[in-house]
């Protein structure tokens, strides 16, 4: 006997002097209800391509470009800080920075004057500002000493000193669009 494809037989003991032979065939799959109803697959759009300045950016980093001081929010160590040119911020211990490293800051999400914030979502791309941070110094912070009292026995003394990396913001460049 020929079975079709996707088929099999299966031999099952009948209550009768003869035996029984079945046939099994798998039920059709049942349609996804994301993939299987003839639907056209939407566009996503991708990421900005490097070198694109959409014309409400280029007018609103103009904008800021041309104001005495700005400022930005930069991402460091996944927590965001508000910095100006030449603060000092102090964030949690970088191993890897040795004193006097330059480091590029990316994970820009905003940058703002008095007058004028361009957002990023999340972030602003890299093409549009340049802001470099160097370390300068790798302090400990004073050692805080506390007692966990028990019910019974000896009092237990923990000891915890946080070590902190500090970085000054040299540079804040915002780049100029370039001309249409």
């Given at each position: 006997?020929?079975?079709p494809?996707?088929?099999s037989t299966?031999s099952a003991?009948?209550?009768?002097s003869t ?7 798998p039920?059709?799959a049942?349609?996804?209800?994301l ?8 566009p ?8 694109t300045w959409g014309d409400?950016t ?5 904008l800021?470009?041309?104001q005495p001081?700005?400022y930005?929010i930069?991402?460091i160590?996944q927590?965001p800080?508000?910095v100006?040119?030449?603060d000092?911020v102090i964030?949690?211990?970088m191993?890897?920075c040795k004193?006097?490293?330059?480091l ?13 914030i361009?957002?990023g979502?999340p972030?602003?791309?890299p093409?549009?500002?340049?802001i470099?941070a ?14 966990h009292?028990?019910?019974r ?11 902190h990396?500090a970085?000054r913001?040299?540079?804040?460049n915002?780049?100029?669009p370039?001309p249409t």
């Amino acid at each position: 006997m020929k079975l079709p494809q996707n088929t099999s037989t299966i031999s099952a003991p009948a209550t009768g002097s003869t035996a029984q032979s079945l046939k099994v065939t798998p039920s059709p799959a049942k349609p996804s209800p994301l993939t299987d109803f003839n639907t056209v697959p939407v566009p996503v759009p991708g990421p900005i391509k490097l070198g694109t300045w959409g014309d409400d950016t280029k007018k609103a980093l103009s904008l800021i470009y041309h104001q005495p001081s700005y400022y930005a929010i930069v991402e460091i160590k996944q927590r965001p800080y508000h910095v100006h040119l030449n603060d000092v911020v102090i964030t949690m211990r970088m191993n890897d920075c040795k004193l006097g490293d330059v480091l590029q800051l990316d994970r820009v999400r905003e940058i703002g004057s008095m007058e004028y914030i361009l957002q990023g979502n999340p972030y602003l791309h890299p093409d549009y500002i340049d802001i470099k941070a160097v370390v300068i110094e790798h302090p400990a912070a004073k050692e805080v000493v506390r007692q966990h009292w028990k019910k019974r026995g000896h009092d237990k003394i923990v000891r915890n000193r946080s070590h902190h990396t500090a970085l000054r913001i040299s540079e804040i460049n915002i780049k100029k669009p370039p001309p249409t």
